[in-house]
Each structure stands twice: as C-alpha cells, then as structure tokens.
C-alpha cells in the first residue's frame, strides 16, 4: 500500500539488522523502498542490496556532501553503474549550502554534471537542496529549458524527478510542478509548529495536490513523531502517511494509493520491469 521513495539502507546504522527492517517495513505495508547512494561505493552498494531484496530499488550519484569526490572518473563509473536496468534514477544529487562539506563551486559543478549523464540515460533525478533553493532552481531549469524533451517522450506526460525532502514554500513546489518535478515528504511533516515559525512543509502538503506527492523516510534521518530521537526506518511511513491524510482531510488509503502511483511514474518503474524481462 505504501511505497518509500527515499531511504538509504546501505547507512552503517542498518548494518547489524537490515532485514529486520525490511520486515518490519513489510509488516507496516511498505512494498517497495527507493535507496539513493551518495557517492560511488555507496551507489554500488544499492545496486547490491537491490540485488539481494526485490522491495529494493536503487539510484546512484554523488549526494553534494560528498561532490568533491566527483572527479570525471568517479562520474564515469556513475554512468556506468546507471546502465544496470534496476537503477531508477540518478541521485541522491544537489546542493548542500548549510554545512559546505564540499565547496559550494565544486558542488554546482558535480551537480550539473550528475543531471547530465540522468539526460543522456534518459532517467529522473533524486534531488537535495538545502539554503541553496536558489542555485538549485537556476540549474535544474537551465536544463528543462536547454532538454526540454528529457524525459517526457515529446508528449509532456514524462516526470523528471523529485525534489526529496522538500525544501520550500507552496510557491516554489507549483514552480518545480510546472517544470515536470514531483515533491517529496518526510518526517518533519510531523513536528508540531513553533511560536511564530509555522510548519512550512504542512503548508505544502496542503496546498499540493496528492498526485504530485511522494513519500519518504530519509531513513536513518528525520524521524517523525512520536519516535523523534531514534532511528527512523520505512516501516515509519504510514506516520508520514496518516498526517498528510490528516492535513488534506483524506482517508489514509487514498494517501497510500497517491503516493505509490506517484512514485510510479517518477521513476517509469512498469516501463524498466518489462525492459529487465526482455
């Protein structure tokens, strides 16, 4: 019934128990889970775990943490790894401006260059912004507007990614919308508004319309409420799930089947499956 779009299984804080978590994610009816790597042994281990568990759908890229690493051989190896018919999207990739682990320079530049090698392979992109909306904006629609046919096949019903976590205010989601991009909730739709800082993400999500919506984890991020604090994992998605239906005045079925036919069409995934069978 519930789909995780964003989940990184490979995190040391799975390694002693990740297939418990996968049971626990069954048990809580999440079918299938979406694992962005975020540098290249990363990517490669998504594509291992992929193999291993069928729940479990890989991307690679280099997340902007990590894009100083993202030499033209690195990225080449990328490319590479995105030639195997499980992986469903180039990511996680973006712009990380809060904590600058790498150069911000250095991050636009493997950023840029991750969303052209998704062009070239046709595929979507997982997308983290972070105090850098701005940048972010300014590079993605450089490229809807210089490749206005990626990944809508020439009839404009293509998606061309997500923006995970989403990072702005209904305005900017309307803008990503238009461009051919879905958002994506975690589990800080959850957190209680503060004095004079409302939850900006609840305001999204209630002036989005569910088909344009995913959603995720971050595991082992971002745990919702109640169980901020812990490890967050997918069998917390139906928490995500129940407070989106509780923001937009839904039953929590009409939020589970949303979601996953939206996560469907990001990634193509009834298109790549028949392809694998070929």
């Keep these: 019934m519930f789909i995780d779009s964003h989940a990184h299984l490979f995190s040391k804080d799975f390694a002693d128990d990740v297939s418990v978590v996968l049971t626990r994610a069954r048990d809580a009816r999440v079918t299938e889970i979406v694992n962005p790597g975020t540098d290249l042994e990363t990517s490669r281990e ?18 902007p943490h990590d894009a100083s690493k993202a030499d033209r051989g690195s990225l080449a190896q990328i490319e590479e790894l995105s030639l195997d018919p499980s992986v469903v999207a180039i990511g996680e990739i973006g712009l990380d401006y809060h904590y600058n682990f790498s150069p911000p320079e250095v991050q636009r530049d493997a950023f840029a260059a ?3 090698i998704a062009v070239r392979r046709d595929l979507p992109i997982i997308i983290h912004s972070r105090e850098a909306e701005e940048d972010t904006l300014r590079i993605v629609g450089e490229f809807v507007r210089s490749h206005p046919t990626w990944r809508t096949g020439g009839d404009g019903r293509g998606v061309r990614g997500v923006f995970h976590c989403f990072p702005g205010d209904p305005a900017m989601a309307q803008k990503v919308i238009d461009w051919g991009f879905y958002i994506s909730i975690p589990g800080p739709v959850t957190f209680p508004a503060k004095p004079n800082r409302p939850n900006v993400m609840a ?17 082992p991020y971002l745990t919702p409420v109640p169980h901020r604090g812990k490890r967050n994992e997918p069998s917390h998605i139906p928490i995500i799930a129940a407070k989106i239906a509780e923001i937009k005045n839904v039953p929590l079925e009409e939020v589970g089947a949303a979601t996953s036919a939206a996560v469907r069409r990001v990634f193509h995934w009834e298109e790549r499956t028949s392809e694998t069978k070929s």
């Design 46 to 63: 998504a594509l291992t775990l992929a193999r291993a568990n069928g729940m479990i759908h890989p991307a690679v890229g280099f997340h």
């Design 203 to 219: 305001a999204v999500v209630a002036a989005t319309p569910l088909e344009y919506m995913l959603l995720e984890t971050d595991s």
């Design 114 to 116: 991750q969303i052209a």
